[in-house]
Each structure stands twice: as structure tokens, then as C-alpha cells.
């Protein structure tokens, strides 16, 4: 079992940076693939960026490439979205999640789920 607690979110005018954070219970922390999805009212949960276990392979949605950033602490069991260049359709609620490996892109192929943090950009 892996619990997901994420941290972070905030109210952000349009063009400045926020970090979200996802601490994970467990001592098998480096064995898991970690995303991050977001959900924006009325709409689909959507992929944002995954790392594997190792951080050495990443993958983002082309929405967020060149502005985000997925990186991963396996000594602090914790990994974090750097969100910089924020734009007002970035508006929802991001949620941390994680598999046993590799790392993916569907909500579906994700195990275990945090609670979710709200991110506003205003413009």
C-alpha cells in the first residue's frame, strides 16, 4: 500500500511558478512510477507528467512540455511538479499517483491516489 498526500497548490497569477509536492508512505518508494493528472471542472482527469522509479525516465502532455518539470527525492520518499509559465487553462485540481513500474500515461494504469491539491492561475 502507498499513501499520497500532495502540497503546494495555491493562487497564481498568470505567468508565475508554483512547485506541488507529493510525499508517499512506504519503504518501497524508488519501486513505484509516480505521475501527476489534473482535473479542471466539468472535465476528464488528465495526464500531466510521470518519472520512473529511478527518475531517469519522464514523460509530460504536450500542453505542459517546456514549462513543467517532474522530479523525484527517493530519499525523502517525495516527488514534485515545478510549474512554471502558468497559464489560466492550467486551473485545476492536480492529483499525485503512483504505479508498480514503468511509467505511463492513463489514469487507469495508476494504483494508489492522493487526495488532490487546487491550483489557480488567475489572468
Known amino acids: 500500500q502507498v499513501q499520497l498526500v500532495e502540497s503546494g497548490g495555491g493562487l497564481v497569477q498568470a505567468g508565475g511558478s508554483l512547485r506541488l509536492s507529493c510525499a508517499a508512505s512506504?519503504?518501497?518508494?524508488?519501486?513505484?512510477?509516480m505521475g501527476w493528472f489534473r482535473q479542471a471542472p466539468g472535465k476528464e482527469r488528465e495526464f500531466v507528467a510521470t518519472i520512473s522509479g529511478k527518475g531517469i525516465n519522464t514523460d509530460y502532455a504536450n500542453s505542459v512540455k517546456g514549462r513543467f518539470t517532474i522530479s523525484r527525492d527517493n530519499a525523502k520518499n517525495t516527488v514534485y511538479l515545478q510549474m512554471n509559465s502558468l497559464k489560466p487553462e492550467d486551473t485545476a485540481v492536480y492529483y499525485c499517483a503512483a504505479r508498480f513500474l514503468p511509467i505511463a500515461t492513463l489514469t487507469r494504469e495508476y494504483h494508489y491516489w492522493g487526495q488532490g491539491t487546487q491550483v489557480t492561475v488567475s489572468s
Open positions: 512506504g519503504r518501497t518508494f524508488s519501486s513505484y512510477a
